[in-house]
């Protein structure tokens, strides 16, 4: 199994800056993809960026020049350095990761437990 562990959300004001963190642990083989997505309530999910194992990233358009998503492949760790927030940012951040476990053949989706993060004066 795989393990998320998400930190790094909080409370800050409009055009404040938080840092994002997930590690990743348990029985790893391998990971693909790393990303962040977001929920509010009432709403689905939604990709806010992602990054491969080469280190390509791709991010959700209301985003785009405000975040950036980076990953450390030594320490199994993906990042979401969030600038510039608005409170239409306010939402549960989860990290999510595509994963080869030791014990399983085929890689799978696994999922942080969320941290908040609010966007208010």
């Known amino acids: 199994q795989v393990q998320l562990v998400e930190s790094g959300g909080g409370l800050v004001q409009p055009g404040g800056s938080l840092r994002l963190s997930c590690a990743a642990s348990g029985s790893i083989f391998s990971i693909n993809n790393m990303g962040w997505y977001r929920q509010t309530p009432g709403k689905q999910r939604e990709l806010v960026a992602v990054i491969t194992s080469g280190g390509t990233s791709k991010y959700a358009d209301s985003v785009k020049g405000r975040f950036t998503i980076s990953r450390d492949n030594a320490k199994n760790t993906v990042y979401l350095q969030m600038n510039s927030l608005k409170p239409e940012d306010t939402a549960v951040y989860y990290c999510?990761?595509?994963?080869?476990?030791?014990?399983?053949?085929?890689?799978?989706?696994?999922w942080g437990q969320g941290t908040q993060v609010t966007v208010s004066s």
């Open positions: 999510s990761v595509n994963a080869y476990s030791l014990a399983v053949v085929a890689p799978a989706d696994y």
